[in-house]
């Protein structure tokens, strides 16, 4: 045997190292993946949905729909958009009652006849935001029902039947009270009131149980983002597109604002060995008196609509993200079940409580990065 050689110093090889023996002492190939650095992969931000519901499109917009008294009628017409206008989210509903019925006492639902269900969508704040504004428009004189039509929101119940009174449901407020809406074409009208989370009904205000022939409404809110960050793209160029909470100076109660993605394990991944995520985060412009905070939860798609539990122990620290300069967190990840190509189901939640409003107040997230053994 070759008397060894020792180096005094660092060994750096230009090349590839290829060894015909084996390495003394011996080390598995665990040892030495613990000895190098992690691999990192950065997660786009196009990959963050805006909100903990990950059912909901990108922009935290989604789908609404009239319950089946309103949608089953014939000739009635009950549609929705939802849609992101810059920092606002605008919803719009457009109505023809034809096919509808009036109801035979004042203060009684508009539905099918006798039908239950009879709600013309539900406003959620993952969906339409804070409700800032709204007004609605009478495109079409109603005709053969009632034409004094109110309109009702923030009902707990989507249950409601035609010709029931709005008072045997919960939490209904009146947002107009327009009186008959003849002659009043065309001429948008503020809402009197803002829709709260509920579900909107439409309201007989003078008692007359006829089947509609005609009348059409459109109704228009604005609303601000609620309880999601914000994917923010900024000016090319300029900024670099980030994952920010709404200005949440003076809230003055710790708010959870999310944001969800699936982060796939690379191909390259080794079986078992070591995962993080590291999160690049800090306030924008003002930090917040109390805290602000960030935490994960990441959980392992079991291909079967299942996940198993939360693969991330760490807890969120303590102001960890409430200073202006920017800093990496990292989330340890429990790797024990985990193999190239497993998709991470990953929530972020950042936390911000603030009392004395000193400025604008954001949190800001500037990446997200996975970092692993690999081959």
Known sequence: MANPTTVPGDLVVPGTLRLSGALSPAKARSDILELAELQTFTVPMSDWREHNDYATPLGGLGSMAPGTGISSGVGTICAHNVSKRGGLIKTEILIDVTGLTSGATIGDIIGKLATANCHIGEIRAAVNGTIVYGQITCLETPAGGDPDIDFYSTVTEATGTQDVAISTLTGEVAF????????????????????????????????????????????????????????????????????????????????????????????????????????????????????????????????????????????????????????????????????????????????????????????????????????
């Open 176 to 375: 107009t009270n327009n009186g008959d809406w003849t002659g009043a074409i065309a001429t948008p009208i503020a809402l009197t009131a803002l829709p709260g989370v509920g579900y909107l009904y439409m309201v007989d205000a003078g008692g007359t149980a006829v089947i509609y022939t005609a009348g059409q409404f459109l109704i228009e809110l604005w609303g601000t983002p609620a309880n999601r960050l914000e994917s923010v793209g900024g000016t090319h160029g300029t900024n670099a597109p980030s994952l920010q909470t709404p200005d949440f100076g003076g809230n003055a109660a710790a708010t959870a604002y999310y944001a969800r993605s699936e982060i796939r394990l690379p191909a390259e991944y080794v079986a078992g060995q070591s995962v993080e995520l590291r999160i690049h985060a800090g306030m924008l412009t003002t930090v917040a008196d109390q805290s602000c905070t960030v935490d994960v939860a990441v959980y392992k798609s079991d291909e079967d609509e299942t996940s198993t539990g939360d693969l991330c122990a760490d807890a969120a620290v303590s102001d960890n993200m409430n200073s202006l300069v920017f800093a990496d967190i990292d989330f340890t990840i429990t790797p024990t079940t985990l193999s190239p190509g497993d998709l991470l189901d990953v929530l972020i939640t950042v936390t911000a409580d603030d009392d004395g409003n000193l400025g604008v107040m954001k949190g800001c997230i500037g990446s997200v990065q996975l970092l692993c053994d690999v081959r």
